[in-house]
């Protein structure tokens, strides 16, 4: 637990499913939740300042740990006075294990009881990483919510082999939060459920890692190709069994209403590449679901992506311009589409915590996903 | 001469060059010169937003007639209010003629004494452009300083076709200043000096267009790949024959020793796609010369692109950060350079204007010029 105290505190439950409104305790200040958080893959939230993130609310953004161990490297960046200096972000930063990209990305794997041996994607070096060497890079980043190093299994997985990762990645995450005692002013610790697809083992996990006593935990194995059913189950499998009076993070995804349907499942926080690589190929959220802002239909419409939208896109700018943008290949498309993208998400989320607060959650959430279909036709006219 | 009054206030002349501080009387409002202006091409200053361009002190913008013609086209543009408002840029839009592309990127050009026929470049389509259409599609941009319609001859030229094609080009400006007569809230109307390399044609040309009485006269034919001694002799040959309470305007250059050479010359308004290409290649302007983020030298360099910037990349963010964003490939690099450079561009013309007006500007020039090299080294340590 962090020296700081508690590290969440539940500010209210939904009476009628699991939804919860809370906050999150770092040592850069209060995080309300549910909270989404943007990406910053490699120390940037992809064509986005530091500066527009404050100003869309943003309170806590991600690093991801293989990435920044790559390049430009982890020691590199505690010489420079850590990621907050290195990427002038003064707000809380949450960092993943390592694991999910080892496993996505990293070439000739060899995995060991003690870590992952793999060659990085940028230029091939061999590379080790194991417990003791995320919570190394964590904390040379100054990460202010570390994760514990995990495996992170492809999908589908048989029982056998879910089980014996399972009890490998229990152990490294045991050992992840055993490094940080007696530091500090140490970060939070999240331990992630895994698992797999099986009952059983997502069970085990939780329990395992509830009795760890981790400053917040994730659910981690989904996002990764499972059908939507799938990855809700693995939360329902996962959330029972952990405290009540943690935080819970839902990693890498997904559409509105997913995150929706999570929260109702008991998830507090979320983070997701979609606003902005969507916004990357011109394709924006709306309410209703996406437009691609290339469609033809768009070409003399002067409305903005969407009405009564406060975002810098909305405020200035209509469809026509960026779908001239976004076909002219000019940068600026991309970044108002993905400034629109990431405050829907981040509006989306202070909404639904509101809807917690006053009791009207449950209305909400039905209204919003009856509303929004993957992909929204162009308004007529 | 626009229904406002004089285009131009002179306010003062460098007693020891021609150098000139003065304002250009926008409809937009008043631009302090000299002035340099932004590119936006497509209708964007590439990855810049025009909030961006505000905060940077830009008070004039330039776009493309040609490009706009081309893509999204200009009648749409009109029907959505004009490039204003589909930009949201609010103050004034400097249009060039469409010349200079019609020549540089077209295909299939046939010259005739009406004007160009081509196809365009991105999708093929023949299009004609003379001096009526220019003014059209500059009038439906909603364009506040309008550029006659030339001929842009190519580099070397010799003077029996340069002299060929200026006939063609004064016939064509007469019809182009002609074409606004009797409009109300009419734009200023530049024409452009053309003559090629050839000192009596230059001095025709500029004997012409100010017998025309212009609001304001371009340099053409400049920055066409000729070597620099011929750029400034280009500005030297025509600038004795311009009206002197008319501003002057060097088209589509250059570094910044060459911006200072052009003011001592005569020149008020600069326009330059530098500052945002050579960003785009993570290449920044300081006062000794440009440096490559690129470079290994800059890894762990904890300083910003130049101290005692007060652009929002030096306020922010250090040389190793901007290396690493140039390396990931990240739109953050890109942009953050581009502010750089557009704001050391911006300033380099403010600062030139206040040295003007207090009569340091000699040895502003003289100190300028002498520190500045091509290619800066990095600095030692």
Known sequence: ??????????????????????ILHTRRGPVETPVFMPVGTQGTVKAVSPEELRQLGAKIILGNTYHLHVRPGDALIERLGGLHRFAAWDDAILTDSGGFQVFSLA?????????????????????????????????????????AFDECPPHPCSHEEAARSLERTLRWERESLAWWDGQPNRPLVFGIVQGSSHADLRERSARELAAMRFDGYAIGGVSVGEPEPEMMAAVERSEPFLPPDRARYAMGL?????????????????????????????????????????????????????????????????????????????????????????????????????????????SFRRNFVAGYRAHATPPPD
Chains 1, 2 share one sequence.
Do not use: W
């Open 1 to 22: 637990m962090s020296s700081a105290g508690a590290p969440f505190t539940l500010r209210a439950t939904d009476a009628s499913s699991k939804a919860r409104a809370g």
């Open 107 to 147: 070439k000739l794997r060899r995995i060991t009881e003690e870590g992952v041996h793999f060659q990085n994607h940028v230029d091939g070096s061999p590379t080790f990483i194991g417990p003791a060497e995320s919570m190394t890079i964590q904390r040379r980043l100054g990460s202010d919510v570390v994760m």
């Open 254 to 362: 997904g559409t509105p209403p997913q995150l929706l349907e999570m929260v109702a499942r008991g998830v507090d926080m979320f983070d997701c590449v979609l606003p902005t690589r969507l916004a990357r190929n011109g394709t924006a959220f709306t309410r209703h679901g996406t437009i691609g802002l290339k469609n033809a239909a768009f070409a003399e419409d002067p409305s903005p992506i969407e009405e009564n939208c406060s975002c810098p896109a909305c405020r200035s700018f209509s469809r026509a311009y960026l779908r001239h943008l976004v076909k002219a290949e000019e940068i600026l498309g991309l970044r108002l589409i993905s400034l629109h993208n990431l405050h829907f998400y981040l509006s989306l989320m202070r909404q639904t915590r509101a809807t917690i607060l006053d009791g009207t959650f449950p």
